[in-house]
């Protein structure tokens, strides 16, 4: 595996790693050759040139770019600045994170940046450099979860460590992205007690960050939230399930407030799907199950119908095959509250 230890004279191509036509790098290029400062100070400049070039790219290429002058800047820093190697080695794992075209590769040399920070930046650094670290390495590792690189619980873990200092009440952005992200790994289908249990966690972890988003203030990630908390509601055990699918419906709802047919056609769709879902498992009258649920058969049979068609419209081939297979099982029999979900449907959290 390519780590992002390589050294910054070359490629293994022979090429420079720089944009030499780049004024920004000429000019970090001189100021690391420059022998009238000290080395701790050219590292900490080409840091922030790097960092410069992190937060507004031009092209994929200054991305790169970034990434080798870190590495310039980590051969300057002096044995006895430890924080201040920790700080540009954290800096190039977000460099390595944001990489467009780095793939697998790069984002294990992201994981390789912050694990190789975290032991300094913990004992020298602040505590929100340190939690910044973590919310990080989270959202890598859970990326490589996809490729089999790294686990779930190894995500769950890092976040929750960053979770003890990025509260509610100080740090609410990242709260609230933390509790969305680290949540997400949660809501999962239920398959043993285990993964019950985790589900129960995401319905309170997103009814915490809609504490935070607000409808005005942040409409796509309230409508993202709530759609994500009413499939979780549909998951979570509960002694009384009915509750829980009137309070996914309610979420839903809410989502649809922000997701429309015309602006948000694809989401719109997801959500509608999710909430007919909900629907087909609701009897008309809770206080009377055994009556049934033929209004709200009927109900979802529409909703389903709209999604599908949005799903068509959008090239959406498979979402709208497993619209149509619901639609197919509506024909069976619902009298019974309980009946089983339709697979795909209250579908995976968004992110």
Sequence with gaps: METSTAPASGRPDGRSLFTVADAEVQSALALAEDGEAAPEERAEMLMEIARGLQIKPRSPRQLHDAVALYERALALVPPTFALLAARIRARQGTAYQTLPDGGTAALESARDCFEAARA???????????????LNLGLVTQTLCAAHRATIQEAIAHYHRALRVFTKQAWPREFSILHTTWRSLLSIPATDERARMREALAVQSFEEVLGIVTLVDHPSEYAMTQNNLGNALQYAPSS??????????????????????????????????NKANALLNLPDDPEHPELGNPGNTAKARALYREAQRLFQSAGLDDAAATVADALAGIDASHADFGASRVPGDAGPTEH
Excluded: I, S
Aim: hydrophobic share 45%.
């Design 120 to 134: 300094d930046l913990a004992t020298h650094g602040l505590a929100e450099e340190v939690a910044e670290l973590d």
């Design 240 to 273: 009384h399930p009915v509750a829980n699918l009137l309070r996914a419906v309610e979420a839903y709802d809410e989502a649809l407030k922000v997701r429309n047919p015309r602006d948000m056609p694809v989401e719109y769709a997801n959500t509608a799907a």
